[in-house]
């Protein structure tokens, strides 16, 4: 089945395993996908991640981080440029997420970046999602 919105059945996929408190979950992978993986390692949103070969394709199979046993890491997800409507930024407009307690993620001309990264170097892009 192909889905329009890769990015966007990534992120849901790691919603909805945070909230039925799973250890681990299975994306299908990307090169653009495991940026994004990695920049929520470096943001500590997730414990780790690896390319595993799959039969059909390589899958990304990202270990979820908890607090306590219960309580994730990751307490919000949400898709901003979507295929319908693309949102672009400058190098300086690039938004805070709750007072800089979450990440915005930019996909730049230098490559994915998390937000105050590209907002330090000056650089835009494809402003791709919210994580907090």
């Not at 899958?59 to 949400?78: E, S």
């Amino acid at each position: 089945m192909t889905v329009s919105d890769p990015i966007a059945d990534m992120l849901t996929r790691i919603r909805n395993a945070t909230m039925a408190k799973h250890d681990n979950v299975l994306v299908p992978s990307s090169r653009l996908k495991l940026s994004i993986a990695r920049i929520l390692k470096e943001e500590g949103f997730i414990t780790d991640y690896e390319v595993v070969r799959g039969k059909p394709q390589r899958v990304i199979k990202i270990q979820l981080k908890y607090y306590d046993h219960n309580k994730p890491a990751i307490c919000g997800m949400k898709r901003v440029s979507k295929p319908g409507l693309r949102v672009y930024l400058g190098g300086k407009e690039i938004p805070r997420v709750l007072s800089g307690l979450g990440i915005a993620i930019v996909s730049t001309s230098q490559g994915v970046k998390a937000g105050h990264q590209a907002w330090r170097q000056g650089i835009g892009g494809e402003l791709l999602c919210f994580v907090w």
